[in-house]
């Protein structure tokens, strides 16, 4: 199956799409990267191909309408608005899991940027639901106990120079309860613009899918709703550098 375009209804709004999974994928990445601009730039491309040549399905969303793009080039930002944006995600896992492609298949979320806390939001709403998050780049910090309701595997993902980001990071990571892992990327800026960050940054958060997904034993479509339940043991947050 070839890139095809997709519609996506959330809150009375239809989000532009592009998503391709094939007969071999063994699960599919959200994406949702905190950017305005089209899922179909020839950036995500490039993150596509790679996971394409990894097994992974991929599913990248315009999380705003071209009207709200015109707005934040004026106004505050709606990629700002993390309720709006968690609901929105909320909204593409639901959608994506009543696709006849999915059949079964695990998801993952990869979130960036200012859309990081509501993807961890998201996560944190559909529990089990959810085989793995990536954060790249972002602030996952959030008010309240939500952090210790996401139970998927997560991944965070921050540059060396981005030092306030990696202190937001740092915090994050306490409050989670579930696996998780900080990695900081040597000689990275906040975007991993360098040539050599960004093509570690991909091979981190495809092995990171990848392992999951291959360990992910699914549910039936039937289980999989919003608040799902389940413990999962304390463990101390891994720290390192790459």
């Not at 209804?9 to 998503?19: E, I, Q, R």
């Not at 009207?67 to 309720?83: F, G, H, Y």
């Not at 780049?137 to 998927?152: C, E, M």
Request: aromatic letters at 6%; charged letters at 20%.
């Amino acid at each position: 199956m070839m890139m095809h375009a997709v519609l996506i209804p959330s809150g009375g709004v239809t989000l532009n799409a592009d998503m391709e999974i094939e007969q071999h994928s063994i699960g599919v990445v959200i994406f949702a990267l905190g950017a305005p601009g089209r899922c179909n730039s020839p950036r995500n491309k490039v993150v596509g191909d790679y996971f394409k040549s990894r097994a992974l399905g991929t599913l990248f969303v315009d999380f705003l309408t071209p009207e709200e793009e015109k707005m934040e080039a004026v106004t505050e930002s709606p990629l700002a608005d993390t309720p709006l944006l968690a609901s929105r995600i909320s909204d593409t896992i639901e959608w994506l899991l009543l696709q006849s492609e999915v059949k079964g298949l695990p998801i993952g979320l990869y979130g960036g940027n200012s859309a990081a806390a509501a993807t961890l939001v998201a996560a944190a709403e559909w529990q089990k639901g959810i085989a793995a998050v990536v954060i790249r780049g972002g602030d996952p910090t959030l008010k309240g106990n939500a952090l210790q309701k996401v139970i998927s595997p997560t991944l965070l993902l921050v540059g060396e120079k981005d030092v306030g980001v990696i202190k937001m990071n740092e915090e994050a990571i306490h409050h989670l309860l579930c696996h998780r892992e900080l990695v900081i990327i040597p000689g990275a800026s906040h975007l991993f613009e360098e040539p050599t960050t960004k093509n570690q940054v991909l091979t981190l958060a495809a092995d990171w899918f990848t392992e999951r997904f291959t360990d992910w034993e699914h549910a039936s479509q039937s289980t999989l709703a919003p608040h799902g339940t389940g413990g999962v043991p304390r463990m101390k947050p891994i720290h390192r550098n790459r």
